[in-house]
């Protein structure tokens, strides 16, 4: 299966940021073959997309999200975050089967699709249900499942979400095509107990598998690590070993520099959720100040009840311009690094140097935008134009594995009307 | 003219905010005629537009806008105010000619049409042109001739600037059915000298109409006033009796309490514009402050090359998101009153209670949004989903005065090709 993208602006997102003008692009099966001026032979039986006047990138990484959340998404706004989450968000959870995480899986999935993204790092339950869903759909994912537990051990070898969490990785790490990619996710460290989070990270080294947890994310969470264990939730986790495994640190809101350096002396990743800290009154991420270190910084939507939506432009959007504007300097996270961010961040974070970059080799999870819209007119500076003038919905094509999932508001592989349906009745029951 | 819009879910920005489904709207000429269940007779020989699965609302009023600016956009990012400023674009605006400012109005009303703005708040020069632009596309608009000028005076009958506000007022306010609004645009205080300001003043006055002017954007233009003048940006205009007209006050990002106060005795509207703040670190306006105290606080874009679109659903959601976040408090600024800058007190900015809501009597300026898309799934709370969920592109259609000037991607009253022909033909020429 050959498709050649024809004549495409093509924003690569490689070391020199190149952009390459009037640039065929040849994906064979799951991987981008050629790029450039194409020979006859290459082209032969090919599929062609005409790419003219259409933008060619990496598809984006959302590196922290709770996709089935869509079925609490502007259910309960502008409220406490304990409000929120206790009184609103965890007892309508209570009620959610199987089948509904999978039919709001998909239906996350669609709304990624349609505005670019192309793989997300996600932790919830029913992760049977999610792997279903992230099969069906053709979407990349690394998924774990989201655990809590405060008891205090020391031994956790009957403990069921443990156990799930083990069952899960060995019998899904790798399924479907290697689009599904398995974590272990302990959910943080004041839903987890310290015995509890050793207990995952063992399993976790045992199966060579990385890790996905919430770290820091309110000050509250700060202050209370500071008063029961005399140290901040980075170096916390640090002490338990966690950070010795491959790990993405969600949010990471209240870090300190010492705790930075802790995370980049652990190759950490962190992801960014500008939306959801903004809306949860969580806080400003010191992002400029941890790009400027060399840390790892990726991009995320957090779940759709706290952002409320999964796109990733305006994800991309806000990281550009919080920092400037709350540290009162222009020069902070410029447009490039807000898709960095989004790509070849997110792509390191998961362990994946053949995602986030348009180059021979790397694997066909690209997508097209169309330029021919008043906002992006004049196009001086595509990279700036990606940052600040667009719109989730200038997508018009979501290719993963070298397979097209979104194609200018249809879903190949998806039933939107079924998927609707289902969250309908899904909800009746929830909330009735 | 009669149009039905047929079945619609309305959210009408009335003051109790009522949300009214399976709606029908009754458009006669340039006014909402009547809502409900329509009679036979008030069908009759009306158009029917099918709005099931649609949301209709007032269509979003832009208080602060440069739209010829779109020349600019994503021309110079990420860089010191003064560089950008000095360096980059006044050089490149010193290039621009009127037919240039004609044909980048009309690219800045596509993107307006297209992203659910009815009505935009401007000032600019090659005025002339710019009317050419508003009253060609059907939009509508207050337009004011920007002036600037540090002469000492007194004695201002001479000049240019201040006549040319004039004869602007004299010839325009009031054209195009009423959708060219004129008003007189001192440029900000570190533009103009107090006797101009005062003489710009005494001119609106006499012609009793409004004013649109910067006021503390910046820490350093509030800084300065205090050692030029020994009091704030908004205590100096104050004292020049600029306020004693109805005006628009763009930023006031660093109004203290004691302004605020000042501000809301005259009641003068500030005119809130997250992105450009943010882009540009001027800081984030005591928004939720000001509303709590009764002021009326528009939204707006500014232009198009500090921001870089002038899609006002990105404000809605930056209103939404950022003050929560600066000032860690989940409850500030909430979806309704982010809503409701955009549309009810953008309205009353511009004297005109018979827009920015949706009922009888009113103009027929209308957006509808196409609610079918896997971010509006599930609809637990309208006012919530457009303020978090939605983007500018969801606007399936945009009406300004009973006239559907933007049609699921087509501009009836707009030539899409030409336009984009002629600014890449402009650009050729100014950056060349």
Chains 1, 2 share one sequence.
Not at 119 to 131: K, L, N, R, W
Not at 410 to 424: A, G
């Amino acid at each position: 299966m050959k498709i050649v993208f024809k004549n495409a602006l093509v924003v690569t997102m490689n070391e020199t940021m190149d952009i390459l003008k009037s640039c065929d692009v040849l994906v064979e099966n799951d991987r981008i073959a050629a790029m450039g001026a194409l020979s006859p032979e290459q082209m032969d039986k090919a599929k062609v997309i005409d790419a003219t006047g259409k933008l060619l990138m990496p598809g984006l990484i959302n590196g922290h999200n709770h996709a089935p959340m869509t079925l609490l998404r502007n259910f309960a706004d502008d409220m406490n975050l304990q409000t929120w989450l206790f009184e609103h968000i965890f007892p309508a959870e209570d009620k959610f089967t199987g089948e509904d995480v999978y039919w709001a899986t998909l239906l996350g999935i669609m709304e990624m699709l349609a505005s670019g993204t192309t793989c997300f790092v996600d932790m919830y339950f029913f992760m049977d249900e999610m792997v279903k869903a992230v099969a069906e759909s053709g979407i990349r994912a690394q998924l774990s499942r989201g655990v809590t537990c405060n008891d205090a051990g020391p031994d956790f070898s009957q403990d069921k979400k443990l156990n799930e969490s083990i069952d899960f990785y060995k019998k899904w790490h790798g399924a479907a095509d290697g689009r599904v990619m398995g974590a272990f996710a302990p959910h943080a460290i004041y839903t987890c107990s310290g015995n509890y989070i050793r207990a995952i990270r063992d399993a976790a080294e045992k199966y060579n598998a990385p890790i996905h947890v919430h770290v820091d994310e309110t000050r509250v969470e700060h202050e209370d690590a500071l008063k029961n264990y005399g140290k901040t939730p980075v170096k916390y986790l640090y002490d338990l070993g966690l950070f010795d495994l491959r790990t993405i640190a969600a949010h990471c809101v209240w870090v300190t520099p010492e705790d930075r350096l802790l995370l980049k002396e652990k190759g950490v990743s962190m992801v960014h959720n500008p939306s959801s800290n903004l809306k949860l009154a969580s806080g400003v991420a010191p992002v400029a100040q941890a790009l400027e270190e060399g840390l790892n910084v990726m991009l995320g939507t957090d779940g759709p009840s706290s952002n409320n939506n999964l796109n990733m432009f305006e994800e991309i959007h806000l990281a550009a311009l919080i920092h400037k504007g709350s540290a009162l300097d222009p020069l902070l996270v410029n447009a490039g690094e807000a898709l960095r961010m989004a790509t070849v961040n997110g792509a390191r974070g998961i362990g994946r140097e053949d995602l986030g970059v348009i180059r021979p080799g790397n694997k066909a999870d690209l997508i097209m935008l169309d330029l021919e819209k008043p906002h992006f007119k004049p196009l001086h500076n595509p990279v700036s134009a990606l940052a600040y003038s667009s719109q989730g919905a200038d997508v018009c094509m979501t290719m993963v594995d070298g397979r097209i999932l979104y194609d200018h508001g249809s879903f190949p592989t998806l039933d939107r009307e079924k998927i609707f349906y289902q969250i309908d009745k899904a909800c009746a029951r929830i909330f009735s």
